[in-house]
């Protein structure tokens, strides 16, 4: 990302055949200081991807030439472009078009109309701004021994150093109050 005036600004690369659809998310989000990269069709996007590095890549699923799912299958293999996060809207709203999307690795699936330029804003920002914790866990309080059985965890020492692992908690979702957890070693992370 690059920095403009002391406020980062993230650089995605929109990806849609519809015009409209193009220039109403480019507008919103120059509206609100990303820089934004336009492409018509997958193979302009795939093209953009690795000539510009965007930060982000907001696509639709059908498109002429190469569709949104081959394109971000093509992201996947190359490595200059693989660490890119995709969201990807849909006109149509098919589940199986979600998990299909999902399986990929994109990072969130939108259903056209019902999902405003702000939210799709939010959901972008939200993959910039992510907070970590760290939080110490004592293995035989409470219910940790039936999270060790259930996870198959044999212990909460790192096999490397020997170090007690801690519990890192990533927020998901702050208006959901949603977070991913793992165990780390602080040492070997």
């Known amino acids: 990302m690059d920095t403009n005036n002391n406020k980062e600004k ?3 690369l929109l990806v849609d055949d519809d015009a409209t659809i193009r220039t109403t998310y480019a507008d919103v989000f120059r509206s609100e200081g990303f820089e934004v990269v336009e492409a018509v069709d ?21 498109m002429p030439k190469m569709d949104g799912f081959a394109m971000k299958d093509a992201l996947a293999k190359n490595v200059s472009t693989v660490n890119i996060p995709v969201l990807m809207s849909s006109h149509m709203g098919r589940e199986e078009d979600r998990k299909k999307a999902i399986e990929m690795g994109v990072k969130e699936f939108f259903v056209a109309g ?3 330029p702000r939210k799709v804003i939010e959901n972008i920002r939200a993959l910039f701004n992510t907070k970590k914790y760290h939080l110490k866990f004592d293995a035989a309080a409470l219910d940790a021994p039936k999270l060790s059985a259930d996870f198959h965890l044999d212990e909460f020492v790192c096999a490397k150093c020997y170090q007690q692992k801690m519990m890192e908690l990533e927020i998901s979702d702050v208006n959901k109050k949603e977070f991913r957890a793992q165990f780390i070693c602080p040492d070997c992370k």
């Open 10 to 12: 993230i650089k995605v």
């Open 42 to 62: 997958g193979i302009e996007g795939l093209n953009k991807a690795m000539t510009e590095m965007p930060d982000v890549i907001f696509t639709g699923i059908i």
């Open 114 to 116: 019902m999902v405003t």
